[in-house]
Every structure is written in structure tokens, then in C-alpha cells.
């Protein structure tokens, strides 16, 4: 079965750190872009980040840059999101999705999301 699956999500104090992980089953990971997104309460989903499939390139939004940081193991055949200095405003349902590359909008598979929430 090809699926993408996520992992990670929890509770966080302000300031704390969460490993988000997107696992893939079904397929290799690293012929794909792998991006991330999330979809916070009241607002539309929005893209965080994205690690390209043919160089690694990194991309992330300016919202995150600098505290957030995007990695694959193709040996584990899964992406990292590593967030540090996490905020109120981070708290989301944060998704993954595989695409041929970064920016083309065009994912050919998504996760179910795990929820991240950022409060004291």
C-alpha cells in the first residue's frame, strides 16, 4: 500500500522542540520532493517547507526559517521536520506530500497530519 504517514505531532511548551517524521511506505522517498505544510485552526493550509528529490535543497517559509529544519533518511525512507523556538502561532495540523519538485504544486501523495500544539 503506498501511503505517506506522519508522526511527531504532541503538546509543546513555548520555546520547545518537536521531530515531526513523514515515513513512506509503498514507494522510495528519495525520488521525490517531500514537502510540508500545515493548516492552523481558522486558516487556509500553508506550505513550510520542502527538500528537493535531485540536489537536497532546502526551502522553507519565512515564517519558520531559522527555527525549523528539513532532512531525509532515504535509508529509513523518511523526512525529517525538526522545529525548535516553537510559538503559539506554530500550532497546526501539519501534513506531508510527495512531489517530482519543490514548487510544482502537484503532490502525488499525502499524509493524514499529526497535530502539533504549542501552549503553556
Known amino acids: 500500500q503506498v501511503q505517506l504517514v506522519e508522526s511527531g505531532g504532541g503538546l509543546v511548551q513555548p520555546g520547545g522542540s518537536l521531530r515531526l517524521s513523514c515515513a513512506a511506505s509503498g514507494f522510495t522517498l528519495d525520488s521525490y520532493a517531500i514537502g510540508w505544510f500545515r493548516q492552523r485552526p481558522g486558516k487556509e493550509r500553508e506550505g513550510v517547507s520542502c527538500?528537493?528529490?535531485?540536489?537536497?535543497?532546502?526551502y522553507y517559509a519565512d515564517s519558520v526559517k531559522g527555527r525549523f529544519t528539513i532532512s531525509r533518511d532515504n535509508a529509513k525512507n523518511t523526512v525529517y521536520l525538526q522545529m525548535n523556538s516553537l510559538k503559539p502561532e506554530d500550532t497546526a495540523v501539519y501534513y506531508c506530500a510527495a512531489e517530482a519538485e519543490c514548487g510544482l504544486a502537484q503532490y502525488d501523495y499525502w499524509g493524514q497530519g499529526t497535530q502539533v500544539t504549542v501552549s503553556s
Open positions: 527538500i528537493d528529490s535531485r540536489d537536497d535543497s532546502t
